[in-house]
């Protein structure tokens, strides 16, 4: 199993401003998930994140706007930059071990 | 892309009723996985199924799988309060692809 941490737990940001949301795991893993849930909607992938090489992005989410950081193998960060009220979501990070997700309690974010 | 669609959308029943959603996908899957979401919060894991499987039971939750409709139904029995939130069906692997979801309510 794996406990997973997300800093902040929410959050109130104005437009144009950025917010970097951490998740810290509590064993190594290779990969980990960011997830974007919308309000009133089901969860959507944005990326994977891999230690020591580029994060991969799903179609409809760019780096410039969702910049993600893995410094190591239980750590990383994602940016919602330049915020408008459309970014406005839960902010979730998940690992797989064996074959099995686990998420973060999830970053919940309001822009105004 | 959502891999497909969860019914209902919202249910609302009485305590000790039984619940049953039903998830449907589109794509040819390994396993399919269900997850519980409290009030907008984290994801907890109920219960995976695996491809070759078609029925799996955890406690009060019963799936089924059925590969041919590619369609799956998560049944909890005796409903208790607590049991109301938000349930998803995910396909995909690694990156997962989630239904729309169902809300449940339990009435006291």
């Known amino acids: 199993s794996a406990v997973i941490s997300q800093k902040p737990s929410r959050d109130i940001c104005q437009r144009g401003t950025s917010l970097t949301i951490q998740c810290q795991v509590d064993?190594?893993?290779?990969?980990m998930f960011w997830y974007r849930q919308q309000p009133g909607q089901s969860l959507t992938l944005i990326a994977t994140a891999n230690q020591g090489s580029e994060a991969t992005y799903e179609s409809g989410f760019v780096i410039d706007k969702f910049p993600i950081s893995r410094p190591n193998l239980t750590f990383s960060t994602l940016t919602v930059s330049n915020m408008s009220p459309e970014d406005s979501s839960i902010y979730l990070c998940?690992?797989?071990?064996?074959?099995?997700?686990?998420f973060g309690p999830g970053t919940r974010l309001t822009v105004l | 892309s959502q891999q497909g669609e969860e019914d209902p959308q919202a249910l609302s029943i009485q305590e000790g009723e039984n619940a049953t959603m039903n998830c449907s996908y589109k794509t040819s899957i390994n396993n399919l996985q269900w997850y519980r979401q409290n009030s907008g919060r984290g994801l907890v894991h109920l219960i995976l199924?695996?491809?070759?499987?078609r029925e799996k039971h955890s406690g009060r939750l019963r799936v089924t799988l059925d590969t041919s409709k590619k369609s799956s139904s998560l049944l909890i029995t005796a409903s208790r309060a607590a049991d109301t939130a938000s349930y998803f069906c995910?396909?995909?692997?690694?990156?997962?692809?989630f239904g729309q979801g169902t809300r449940l309510t339990i009435n006291p």
């Open positions: 998940s690992v797989e071990i064996n074959v099995r997700q686990y």
């Open positions: 064993s190594q893993v290779t990969m």
């Open positions: 995910a396909t995909g692997g690694q990156k997962l692809v």
């Open positions: 199924i695996r491809s070759n499987e």
